[in-house]
């Protein structure tokens, strides 16, 4: 595989339409097995992921979207993929982190956990979309969404939260608006 700065940058696009066509389950497991190799602290991997495919389940995350634009991108794209975190990372610790008991940092801690799990979690979905990005995917990450009615549709009873709905797919670049400006690196960056 090739990949570019342009491909995973300057020319890549927060989809926000998408041509028909299916993400293949092989390239999903792709995706995951790049995600999970970027760094985390302690190698605490707090990312748990539900791709949603199927059109019963696209409409079981689509009405728990922001009406309007957000619930459309969900019922259009490939695939929208879940992604949050597990409050319960802590327990795989001794598989992650077997060299130390990590486990320990976090013993009796609920606040240091949460705050792991949120903090590693979205890193995570930062690894998710640059993965996407190279294995030839247009993402469409969004926040506009209500996170108790996506949890309690897609992880019922578990200690599982939701963060980020991100879109999957092929954009149709002719319903792409203008790139939107970004900061320059004087106004965002201090040399100290």
Not at 102 to 119: C, F
Not at 155 to 179: K, N
Request: net charge positive; with cysteine; proline share 7%.
């Amino acid at each position: 595989m090739q990949v570019t700065t342009e491909q995973l940058f300057t020319e890549a696009r927060t989809a926000r339409a998408y041509l028909t066509g299916e993400v293949p389950d092989t390239t999903l497991r792709a995706l995951y097995d790049h995600v999970k190799f970027g760094p985390t602290s302690g190698n605490c991997t707090p990312l748990r992921i539900v791709f949603v495919r199927t059109p019963e389940a696209r409409e079981r995350l689509a009405v728990c979207m922001n009406p309007g634009g957000n619930q459309a991108k969900v019922r259009e794209a490939p695939v929208s993929a879940i992604l949050g975190m597990d409050l319960d990372f802590v327990a795989q610790l001794p598989k992650l982190f077997p060299h130390t008991d990590s486990r320990a940092w976090y013993a009796g801690n609920p606040a240091k956990v949460t705050d792991a799990a949120l903090r590693n979690s979205h890193i995570q979905v930062g690894y998710f979309i640059i993965a996407a990005r190279a294995l030839g995917l247009d993402a469409g990450p969004m926040g506009g969404f209500d996170a108790g009615a996506v949890d309690a549709a897609f992880w019922p009873a578990t200690p599982r939260r939701s963060i980020v709905v991100c879109t999957l797919g092929h954009a149709d670049a002719s319903r792409q608006r203008p790139r939107d400006p970004r900061l320059s690196f004087e106004e965002a960056c201090i040399l100290a």
